[in-house]
């Protein structure tokens, strides 16, 4: 195997001109770990974040480092010989990082719980759009808020990554699922379940949403006090799920004087949540949607585009043929 691999290199926070692209260790595979070759990865608001010098810099204690969580790829190694994922396989999943290095890169190490078979309906690209935004949207909507029938639901930014799958899982278990978005992707919403749709750009969402049971917010305070404003369309004793990192200072404080209740929301690579959201995925019960694909070697251009925030879906990176 090679010694060193392409990857996208961050040396230190700044802007999206930070990352470069260089050469990197090849990645040691040890224990019940995966080696898998990345055939896509994907950007995330928090990718942006971190390498800004907020969400999760702070646990990066050495340079160059290597970002992103979501991969697709095939498998290079296997934790075992009898292990039923075997080399050749193609698979996806998600990565803790910085604890782990990150799959900007050419090859990536994964405990094997994080590593699950990719649904044979979907290409890399496709795959790779999945893990981090699923799995919040899953644990969000699913686990946290336990959606039903009967439970009314605000999500806030229903259209982007983690949006557009917290739609179709709310709606899956049968709630009514009020999504604000820009009008420009309302119509797409509804066809993936969304019974209403409030234009952000236009409307006030607390001047014709009233008494729901949930809110799942995905943009906390840095947009129009959005999460304080999102208390007032809570009934007495509702939940609001609030994840973007950082995003809302003083949230405890306010729920308690709202009366209502409310928790943040960390991710985790679970593969058995995630083999779950393969088999909707396979059946078409839910589906993905990737906006642009991005060069490895176009990451800063990929950045921009996330922290433009108009983002339908997913950014995908391509890092090999696949």
Known sequence: MPKTMRAALLEAAGDPESLRLGDAPYPDRVNAEFLVKVVASSVNPI????????????????????LGHDFSGVVVE???????????????GMVMVPRLGGSYAEYVSVPSLSVVRKPATLSHIEAAAVPLAALTAWGMVVEVAKAH????????????????FAVQFASYFGAHVVATASGSKASWLRTLGASEVVDYTTTRFEDVVQEVDVVIDLVGNVHDSTGSRSLSVLRPGGLI???????????????RAAGVRGTDFKVAPDGNTLAVIARLLESGNVRVHVDEI?????????HRAIEEGHTRGKIVLKVAEG
């Open 241 to 255: 799920v609030n994840a973007p990192t950082g995003s809302w200072p003083g949230f405890a404080e306010e729920i």
């Open 78 to 92: 296997s934790p075992f010989d009898s292990h039923p994922i075997r080399p050749g396989d193609e698979v996806f």
């Open 47 to 66: 990718d942006a974040k971190t390498r800004a010098g907020r969400g999760v810099f702070g646990a990066i204690h050495s340079f160059p480092t290597i």
């Open 294 to 302: 991005y060069g490895l070697d176009d990451i800063a251009a990929a």
């Open 149 to 164: 029938e009967g439970q009314r639901m605000l999500i806030h930014a229903g259209s982007g990554g983690v949006g557009h």
